[in-house]
Nanobody, 111 residues
Framework: VQLQASGGGLVQAGGSLRLSCKASGLNFSIWNMGWFRQAPGKERDMVAT???????NYADSVKGRFIISRDSARRTVFLQMNSLEPEDTAVYFC??????WGRGTQVTVSS
């Protein structure tokens, strides 16, 4: 199983980024997917999850700013991040039901 995340980068506060995570080696359509993030010196925290049926859940800190979605035909889960804040700076990890993890992609938001 491989989860390949991409789309991170450096952005100014108020800007947007779109993360992608392409899955291989698993039956993508039946797995719940999610994004977590880990800032330096902090624990890895849930950002957003999406079930196989499309139900979503968000951390309070990103509600109204981030949108998680999935495309089963492309075996990809997305995280649209808007109105980014310096506090969103972290390494973002894609996961399949917290059983498989990608390597992460760095997101840095400058003030």
């Amino acid at each position: 199983v491989q989860l390949q995340a991409s789309g991170g980068g450096l952005v100014q506060a108020g800007g947007s980024l779109r993360l992608s995570c392409k899955a291989s080696g698993l039956n993508f359509s039946i797995w719940n997917m999610g994004w977590f993030r880990q800032a330096p010196g902090k624990e890895r925290d849930m950002v957003a999850t999406i079930t196989s049926g499309g139900s979503t859940n968000y951390a309070d800190s990103v509600k109204g700013r981030f949108i998680i979605s999935r495309d089963s035909a492309r075996r990809t889960v997305f995280l649209q991040m808007n109105s980014l804040e310096p506090e969103d700076t972290a390494v973002y990890f894609c996961t399949a039901s917290m059983q498989y993890w990608g390597r992460g992609t760095q997101v840095t938001v400058s003030s």
